[in-house]
């Protein structure tokens, strides 16, 4: 098990890990999968030391991954807060890689001078929630029943800690 930088060779396994996601309807508001060259421009965001991108890996596979990246970015008031997101590969959930991704970010989010780190979440994703209040965030706000899956709705949650 290791984690590290992201590197372009990752960006088929993230975006595999991603669109498993997108596929729940549970852990973000998107709703089409994604190629690799769609996603290209979203990794190069998160090539920079400011909003670095980290994988992790079991035996050499990248089986998960965790990001930083802005808040309201440009808005200066709002350069010590950071906006967290993790997402694992379906066969590896529940083995505590979020425990240790969470653990690794938050340290590295103190490292880069963040003093508030958020995360916005569905509220169905009661796995995410339950990492998230193992860390220490609290539910700082919500925004009822914004997300429409085709008819089901659901609210989006904001999460924060302050480090």
Known sequence: MSIRLAEFKDL???????????????????????????RIPWFKEHQSNKYPL?????????????????????RKALRYTAEISYYIHKDYQRQGIGTKMMEFIIKKSKEL??????????????????LLEKFGFKRWGSMPDILDFNGETCSHLYYGLKI
Do not use: W
Request: hydrophobic share 35%; proline share 3%.
């Open 54 to 74: 980290y994988v992790y890996e079991v035996n050499n596979k990248v089986v998960g991954y965790v990001y930083i990246s802005g808040y309201r970015p440009g």
């Open 113 to 130: 001078n963040y003093k508030s780190l958020l995360a916005i979440l569905l509220e169905i994703n009661t796995p995410s929630i339950k």
């Open 12 to 38: 088929k396994e993230m975006v595999e890990i991603y669109n498993q996601a997108i596929k729940t309807h549970r852990c973000t508001a998107d709703m089409d999968t994604f190629t690799v060259e769609e």
